[in-house]
Structures are given as structure tokens and as C-alpha cells.
């Protein structure tokens, strides 16, 4: 089974940046969208982003347009977060996802393949 691969984050001061990637294990595992989630302390997992390989059309939470840009290199098959402007509610474990569907959805069950997450922390 694939597994998805998470790296990228840490600790950043308000205003800085950070890119995570997304990696899958195996080159035959190429979801249609992939997503971005995040969870910060006593908070349900949010979303964030997603990519659609298909056409390359993107969506993203209120909070983080933007600031935060997803992109997705499909000869890799990795998906990246650029994240500006960070804000210390930016702090969470972000999680990449795998979505069930060719088209982008938002909501954490059109997902089926997780990442193990990785924490970003923004220090005000």
C-alpha cells in the first residue's frame, strides 16, 4: 500500500514562510486531487488546500488565500504548500491527503490516504 510522505515543517516566526512536501511512496499511486489539512491543539483537522491533476485548478480555505499556494509536480508525484506570510494560528500539524474523487472537495471523508503529518509552529 502507498503511503504518503509529509516533510517540510518547523518552527518560523510570525510573517516568515515554509514549504511542505507531500511525497507518495510508490510512482503508481497518482491520486487525481491531493489536499492539505490541518490540525492545531483541541481544534477538529481542517481544510486548507487542494490540487487537481487533472486541470490543475486549486482550492483554498478563507483563511490562507493568499498567503498559502499548493502545487503539485506530477513526473514526482509530490504536492507542495508554499506558505507565506505565516500567522501563529497557522500552528497545527498539517496533513496531506489523497482525495476519493476526480473532482476537489473540502471536507476530511472525500479523502481516503493520509500522510502522518507535520508540525508547524509560528512563534508571534
Known amino acids: 500500500q502507498a503511503h504518503l510522505v509529509e516533510s517540510g515543517g518547523g518552527l518560523v516566526q510570525a510573517g516568515g514562510s515554509l514549504r511542505l512536501s507531500c511525497a507518495t511512496s510508490?510512482?503508481?499511486?497518482?491520486?487525481?486531487?491531493m489536499g492539505w489539512f490541518r490540525q492545531a491543539p483541541g481544534k477538529e483537522r481542517e481544510f486548507v488546500a487542494a490540487?487537481?491533476?487533472?486541470?490543475?485548478?486549486?482550492r483554498y480555505a478563507e483563511s490562507v488565500k493568499g498567503r498559502f499556494t499548493i502545487s503539485r509536480d506530477n513526473a514526482e508525484i509530490t504536492v507542495y504548500l508554499q506558505m507565506n506570510s505565516l500567522k501563529a494560528e497557522d500552528t497545527a500539524v498539517y496533513y496531506c491527503?489523497?482525495?476519493?474523487?476526480?473532482?476537489?472537495?473540502?471536507?476530511?471523508?472525500?479523502?481516503?490516504?493520509w500522510g502522518q503529518g507535520t508540525q508547524v509552529t509560528v512563534s508571534s
Open positions: 491527503a489523497a482525495g476519493r474523487y476526480i473532482y476537489i472537495t473540502t471536507t476530511e471523508t472525500s479523502y481516503y490516504r
Open positions: 510508490a510512482r503508481t499511486f497518482s491520486p487525481d486531487v
Open positions: 490540487v487537481s491533476r487533472t486541470d490543475g485548478s486549486t
